[in-house]
Nanobody
Framework: QVQLVESGGGLVQAGGSLRLSCAAS????????MGWFRQAPGEEREFVAA????????AYADSVKGRFTISRDNGKNTVYLQMNNLKPEDRGVYYC?????????????????WGQGTQVTVSS
C-alpha cells in the first residue's frame, strides 16, 4: 500500500514562496506519475501540477503556470512543488497524489493514492 505524506505548508504573504514536499513509501515510486491538487474551502479539489516517472514531462494548471514548478527525486521517493509569487487565490489544502502508469493525468479520478494534505494560507 502506497503512503504519501505532505509537508511544507504554512502562512505566507502574497508574493512570497513555499516549497511543498511529498514523501512516498510502500510502493515503486519511480513507476508512479505524481500530481499535486488543491482544495479551497467550499470549492472542489482542482488539479495543480503533475510529473511523469522520469520528470521529463510535466503539466500545470493555467492558473499556476510560470509560478509553480513540480519536480521529483526518485532516489528519495519525494515529489516537490515549488510555489513562487503566491497569490491569495492559491490558498487551500494541497494534496499529493500518485497514479500507476505513465500518463500525466489532470483528473482527480485518475489517481490511485492520496496524502492527507498540507495547508497553504496566503495573506494579502
Amino acid at each position: 500500500q502506497v503512503q504519501l505524506v505532505e509537508s511544507g505548508g504554512g502562512l505566507v504573504q502574497a508574493g512570497g514562496s513555499l516549497r511543498l514536499s511529498c514523501a512516498a513509501s510502500g510502493g515503486t515510486f519511480s513507476r508512479y506519475v505524481m500530481g499535486w491538487f488543491r482544495q479551497a474551502p467550499g470549492e472542489e479539489r482542482e488539479f495543480v501540477a503533475a510529473i511523469s516517472w522520469s520528470g521529463g514531462i510535466t503539466a500545470y494548471a493555467d492558473s499556476v503556470k510560470g509560478r509553480f514548478t513540480i519536480s521529483r527525486d526518485n532516489g528519495k521517493n519525494t515529489v516537490y512543488l515549488q510555489m513562487n509569487n503566491l497569490k491569495p487565490e492559491d490558498r487551500g489544502v494541497y494534496y499529493c497524489a500518485g497514479r500507476k502508469g505513465n500518463i500525466v493525468a489532470r483528473a482527480r479520478n485518475e489517481y490511485d493514492y492520496w496524502g492527507q494534505g498540507t495547508q497553504v494560507t496566503v495573506s494579502s
